[in-house]
């Protein structure tokens, strides 16, 4: 089944310690999206591609950065993962930009 | 002013019931809107994605308001799975298509 899967679905990691997270999608999709979600919030839209065409949203702090090396997989860096860092992290793809957006299961970060 | 609001609830219903959410958008450029679910701790699942003549898809039923600038989720028959966050989601093309959340509104059905 075309679906989007990140990896891993737990990750623990150390304050300042760096850790990537990982989307990989099968649906063959332009758009690419990177979501930080915490307790009783909304998810927060932290960056986005069209196609190899990068967007980061401005209140995005410089801690997190992306790479998307090829259609199918996009990466979620985060250098020096602080306390509050502690979130869901969310992939998600879309076929063009402003069509429904599918989400992956999302990875769980604690940072220690 | 948030681009999205809704009402978080709860909304505690018992089984049968029927229910709706409304959410309402702030920006008038808002071009392409959606109702996700999300259960505890999981993703956002697509629910509904809603057509300005409004669409009806078993049980639920979405509707826009342009007018007004609020959409709405109506649930019949409410069941016991059901029970979920449900988030309303308005794309606004004049700002790179950017997505919108609202934080959702909790519905619990009750037995």
């Known amino acids: 089944d075309a679906m989007v899967i990140q990896n891993p679905r737990y990750q623990v990691t150390q304050f300042g310690k760096p850790v990537t997270l990982s989307c990989s999608q099968t649906?063959?999709?332009?758009?690419m999206y990177w979501y930080q979600q915490k307790s009783s919030q909304a998810p927060k839209l932290l960056f986005h591609?069209?196609?190899?065409?990068?967007?980061n949203e401005a209140d995005t702090p410089d801690n997190f950065q992306s790479r998307r090396p090829n259609t199918s997989f996009c990466f979620l860096d985060i250098r020096s993962p602080g306390l509050g860092d502690a979130a869901m992290y969310l992939c998600?793809?879309?076929?063009?930009?402003?069509?429904?957006?599918?989400f992956g299961p999302g990875t769980r970060l604690t940072v220690l | 002013r948030k681009e999205v609001e809704q009402d978080p609830g709860p909304f505690n219903v018992p089984e049968g019931a029927t229910v709706a959410f409304n959410c309402t958008y702030s920006?008038?450029?808002?071009?392409?809107f959606f109702w996700y679910r999300q259960d505890c701790r999981k993703e956002p699942k697509l629910l509904m994605s809603?057509?300005?003549s409004g669409n009806e898809d078993g049980r639920f039923t979405a509707q826009l308001n342009r007018a007004s600038q609020y959409i709405s989720l109506l649930i019949r028959d409410s069941k016991l799975s059901d029970s979920a966050t449900y988030l309303c989601?308005?794309?606004?093309?004049?700002?790179?298509?950017?997505?919108?959340f609202g934080t959702g509104t909790s519905l619990t059905v009750i037995p």
């Open positions: 998600a793809t879309s076929p063009q930009k402003g069509y429904e957006q599918f």
């Open positions: 649906l063959n999709h332009n758009v």
């Open positions: 591609y069209y196609d190899k065409d990068f967007n």
């Open positions: 920006n008038s450029a808002s071009q392409s």
């Open positions: 809603v057509y300005s």
């Open positions: 989601v308005v794309n606004i093309r004049n700002t790179g298509n950017q997505f919108y």
